[in-house]
């Protein structure tokens, strides 16, 4: 992410398959904070039914990058949490 492209709000910037894991990428959080990546298998699950997969940290400059080995659903919807 470039100065230009800054965001009120994290956001995931790509993902793609790599060694067996789906792997996400992104910035515009806070440096150094908490963020949680949270999996449903349906979209309008309320976000309270949603399933806490990996808690990580933003670097410091409020970037990240994470691979959820887990990922065995064919249909799977992802979204970060920021506490």
């Not at 410091?60 to 249909?75: D, K, R, V």
């Given at each position: 992410?470039t100065?230009?492209?800054?965001?009120?709000?994290?956001?995931?910037a790509?993902r793609w398959?790599?060694?067996?894991?789906l792997v996400?990428k992104?910035?515009?959080?806070v440096?150094n904070?908490?963020?949680?990546?949270l999996g449903?298998?349906?979209?309008?699950?309320?976000?309270a039914?949603?399933?806490?997969?990996?808690?990580?940290q933003?670097?410091?400059n409020?970037n990240?990058s994470?691979?959820n080995y887990?990922a065995?659903?064919?249909?799977?919807?992802?979204?970060l949490?920021?506490?």
């Amino acid at each position: 992410m470039t100065d230009d492209a800054k965001l009120d709000f994290a956001a995931v910037a790509g993902r793609w398959l790599a060694g067996g894991g789906l792997v996400f990428k992104g910035g515009a959080g806070v440096a150094n904070a908490n963020f949680y990546l949270l999996g449903s298998t349906n979209l309008a699950t309320p976000l309270a039914g949603w399933t806490r997969l990996l808690t990580n940290q933003f670097d410091g400059n409020g970037n990240f990058s994470l691979t959820n080995y887990a990922a065995t659903n064919p249909q799977s919807f992802y979204r970060l949490q920021v506490p």
